[in-house]
Nanobody, 124 residues
Framework: QVQVVESGGGLVQPGTSLRLSCVVSGSILSINSVGWYRQAPGKQRELVADIITSGSTSGSTNYAASVKGRFTISRDNADNTVYLQMNSLKPEDTAVYYC??????????????WGRGTQVTVSS
């Protein structure tokens, strides 16, 4: 099994920064990628950024257009932690942020492991 726990959310002013952390524990050798998603009230959950954590493309990252250039996803293998550094925050970044760890078997079967989310509120 895999456990995913997020932390680091809070209330911040526009233009400031915040760093979210996602600790992945358990059968982590099975994990292929880790991503950050967010869901604002009344909206669908959307991908913010993800990072490949195994295989030949390990370290590759992907960002939503709305956060590219402002957010950075990174990982610390020693601590099994994936970070989301969020700079120049805007009110529209307000949402619950979820961490998602993905495992894909050699046959293509996929398992998704989700954290409970952490609230980020950007307001003056």
């Amino acid at each position: 099994q895999v456990q995913v726990v997020e932390s680091g959310g809070g209330l911040v002013q526009p233009g400031t920064s915040l760093r979210l952390s996602c600790v992945v524990s358990g059968s982590i050798l099975s994990i292929n990628s880790v991503g950050w998603y967010r869901q604002a009230p009344g909206k669908q959950r959307e991908l913010v950024a993800d990072i490949i954590t195994s295989g030949s493309t390990s370290g590759s990252t992907n960002y939503a257009a709305s956060v590219k250039g402002r957010f950075t996803i990174s990982r610390d293998n020693a601590d099994n932690t994936v970070y989301l550094q969020m700079n120049s925050l805007k009110p529209e970044d307000t949402a619950v942020y979820y961490c998602n760890a993905v495992a894909v078997s050699s046959s293509g079967r996929r398992w998704d492991y989700w954290g409970r989310g952490t609230q980020v509120t950007v307001s003056s």
